[in-house]
């Protein structure tokens, strides 16, 4: 059944993506956004109820297995999208989002959804709240670089003079900066306290006796994370990036990381 949801959900993902990119190749006129909103929350909500159905069926919250945790990561770009959507009034980061989203999940549906490792299974709730954090705050490292996606484009379209269909249908420059910046600083702390539940998660395997190897190669890799989104955060606070310097800092930085993660836990899986 989770399947099917997710796949209902990547459907309604791929038709707002469709609907927001129309009006910039001149396919139909700017409008609609109403819709496409109600479409795009209508992806939220069965993409919620798929994971639902996964941790009813498997008994556990979908933090653990590979596939599980790309939905995840899914849902939670899916959902900032939405909030951001909704306060904004603007559906241009649906233009990123969504196929973003698509991109997880058919990744995830192409593993196939499964129990997670006996290792991971036995964690406790220091692995799962590990787990939420980390995914939450790599969501909000993914909506950074949809802003930043966006504020290229736009940058490009100002720099060019070229005042058409595109450059109409993006938020200003400013509203972009914005947005990644607050995606960046909120992003920082999560990613913090998933470190440090992650910690205590492996504290208490090493006073149980158990071995550490793959959980001290994650843990190594989210401070090597937490350094560079460190570093990017304060390099925007001491005002020593400017706005299109801070968007490619932040598109790198998504890519190594999400790659980076994404690159462990496939070794997890495929050696566990």
């Known amino acids: 059944m989770f399947s099917e949801l997710h796949l209902v959900a990547l459907v309604c993902y791929g038709l707002t993506g469709a609907l927001v990119a129309a009006p910039l190749w001149g396919l139909t006129r700017a409008g609609g956004s109403g819709?496409?909103?109600?479409?795009?929350?209508?992806?939220?909500a069965v993409h919620f109820l798929a994971l639902l159905s996964y941790t009813v069926s498997f008994g556990e919250l979908p933090f653990r297995a590979l596939a599980a945790q790309l939905s995840s990561l899914g849902f939670f770009v899916g959902f900032l999208s939405l909030a951001i959507q909704w306060l904004t009034r603007e559906r241009a980061i649906a233009l990123i989002s969504a196929p973003l989203v698509i991109l997880l999940l058919a990744g995830a549906l192409t593993l196939g959804f499964g129990a997670a490792p006996a290792a991971r299974s036995e964690g406790g709730p220091w692995f799962v709240l590990h787990g939420g954090a980390s995914l939450l705050g790599l969501a909000l490292m993914a909506v950074a670089f949809a802003a930043s996606a966006l504020y290229l484009l736009q940058h490009r379209e100002l720099k060019a003079r070229r005042f058409g269909a595109i450059f109409q249908s993006l938020p200003p420059l400013e509203q972009l900066d914005r947005?990644?910046?607050?995606?960046?600083?909120?992003?920082?702390?999560?990613?913090?306290?998933?470190?440090v539940l992650g910690a205590a998660y492996l504290g208490l395997r090493r006073a149980e006796g158990e071995g550490m190897l793959v959980g001290a190669g994650h843990l190594g890799w989210g401070l090597a994370s937490w350094f560079m989104l460190g570093v990017l955060v304060l390099a925007r606070a001491a005002r020593r990036l400017g706005g299109r310097q801070a968007a490619v800092g932040s598109i790198v930085l998504f890519g190594v990381i999400g790659l980076g993660y994404f690159l462990l836990m496939l070794w997890d899986t495929l050696s566990g």
Do not use: D, E, K, Q
Request: hydrophobic share 65%; proline share 4%; no cysteine.
């Open 179 to 195: 947005l990644n910046h607050l995606a960046l600083l909120l992003g920082f702390p999560t990613l913090t306290l998933g470190i």
């Open 35 to 44: 819709f496409s909103f109600g479409l795009f929350a209508a992806a939220v």
